[in-house]
């Protein structure tokens, strides 16, 4: 059997890949890259709303072209604040849910689940049912709490889909939307994401390609003030940039209120 990881925004597909720590029989490895990524993030002043449509390919081209009846493994983080005061849903999910544990999804904290981070997956025309996550936070060891994946203040939700590879070899689309409220530090709000493509080869560059796009947009109650690796500006409330995602350059932002005054000028959107 073989199995896949991928992350949303962060998406990315790994053929026989140790699963539950289990070894991988040597061999028998191949892996899947993302061959499209169309990722929306609408900021608000208290979350941002998030729609991914995502394709993917076998790297090596003998595996790609037989089929086969090996699983997929789909992963999928979401980065979700520890703390945020001003967000009921927040602490109603921490309530209902541990950190740095596997959760049960069930009738009995179903409503919470989806008002907090209301994750929706469609392979194809689909439909992907939940069951369960893990939370990871900073410091976690375990297998499948990777250092990448851990960041201050948040924890990790990791979401993993067992599927037939039927879409891959279809290129059917993969489409995720959730929600992620911000995290709040200090009376400051927060968004936080990082693209993944593992596996991608050498000669795709998701900064320059139009497959790999990006569009973040402010809601008009918000201005974001947006980091992506070296590069910073604002984006006004109302306004949007695309731009092409990196391999592990995290995109961070401190949502404004949209009367503070912004730069305008290189920096301005």
């Not at 699963?19 to 191949?30: H, I, K, L």
């Not at 394709?55 to 090596?60: A, F, K, P, R, S």
């Not at 250092?147 to 689309?173: I, M, R, S």
């Not at 961070?252 to 000028?265: D, F, K, M, Q, W």
Request: some cysteine; proline content about 8%; charged content about 20%.
């Amino acid at each position: 059997m073989r199995t896949l990881f991928a992350l949303v925004l962060l998406v990315c597909l790994a053929v026989n890949a140790p699963v539950n720590a289990q070894p991988t029989p040597p061999g028998t490895t191949g892996r899947v890259y993302i061959n499209s990524e169309q990722l929306a993030i609408n900021i608000c002043q208290d979350e941002a709303r998030f729609k991914g449509v995502f394709t993917y390919n076998y790297v090596d081209e003998v595996l790609g072209r037989e089929k086969t009846n090996d699983l997929i493994y789909l992963k999928i983080p979401i980065w979700f604040p520890e703390h945020n005061s001003e967000d009921p849903t927040v602490a109603a999910f921490w309530s209902a849910f541990q950190k740095d544990a596997l959760n049960q999804i069930t009738p009995g904290n179903r409503e919470v689940f989806d008002k907090a981070v209301g994750l929706d997956i469609t392979l194809g025309d689909h439909p992907v049912n939940l069951n369960s996550f893990y939370a990871i936070g900073l410091g976690n060891n375990q297998d499948w709490a990777p250092e990448g994946w851990q960041k201050t203040n948040y924890n990790c939700l990791v979401f993993v889909v067992t599927e037939p590879n039927d879409f891959v070899h279809a290129k059917a689309p993969v489409t995720v939307t959730w929600r992620q409220p911000h995290m709040v530090f200090k009376n400051k709000k927060y968004f936080y994401y990082i693209p993944n493509f593992r596996y991608l080869p050498e000669n795709i560059s998701t900064a320059t390609s139009d497959k790999y796009t990006v569009h973040l947009t402010a809601a008009r109650d918000c201005t974001s003030d947006v980091t992506i690796g070296p590069r910073q500006f604002f984006i006004h409330s109302g306004r949007g940039i695309v731009t092409g995602p990196r391999h592990h350059v995290p995109v961070e932002a401190t949502i404004l209120r949209p009367e503070i005054p912004v730069v305008s000028g290189p920096r301005g959107f």
